[in-house]
Nanobody, 123 residues
Framework: QVQLLQSGGGLAQPGESLTLSCAASGGNLERYAVGWFRQVPGKEREGIAGVSSTDGRFWYDDSVKGRFTMSRDNAKNAVNLQMGSLKPEDTAVYYC????????????????WGQGTPVTVSS
């Protein structure tokens, strides 16, 4: 049973950066596709970034492309999400998720979830 533990996040001003981490236990995260999602109250959880389990490719939603960078840290059995040039509209609860599918880009295909980390971007 894979368990995902998130860390990072918090409060940032517009234009600043934050890094989220998602560390796995109970399995080798390198074998899994991992996705980052975010959710604001009243809206569906949306995928914003992902890494493939098959070829290591990354995908980014247009809303974060060029500002967010996802990476694997295999030594720590973790995946990171570096968030730069933050905007108030990035305010949300962020989740990591993993599955043995090729990609985890939509919530319904993810079997394992992190606990969620709030990110607030405000001046």
């Amino acid at each position: 049973q894979v368990q995902l533990l998130q860390s990072g996040g918090g409060l940032a001003q517009p234009g600043e950066s934050l890094t989220l981490s998602c560390a796995a236990s109970g399995g080798n995260l390198e074998r899994y596709a991992v996705g980052w999602f975010r959710q604001v109250p009243g809206k569906e959880r949306e995928g914003i970034a992902g890494v493939s389990s098959t070829d290591g490719r990354f995908w980014y939603d247009d809303s974060v492309k060029g500002r967010f960078t996802m990476s694997r840290d295999n030594a720590k059995n973790a995946v990171n999400l570096q968030m730069g040039s933050l905007k108030p509209e990035d305010t949300a609860v962020y989740y990591c998720a993993a599955d043995l599918n090729a990609w985890v880009l939509t919530p319904e295909v993810a079997r394992y979830w992190g606990q969620g980390t709030p990110v607030t971007v405000s001046s």
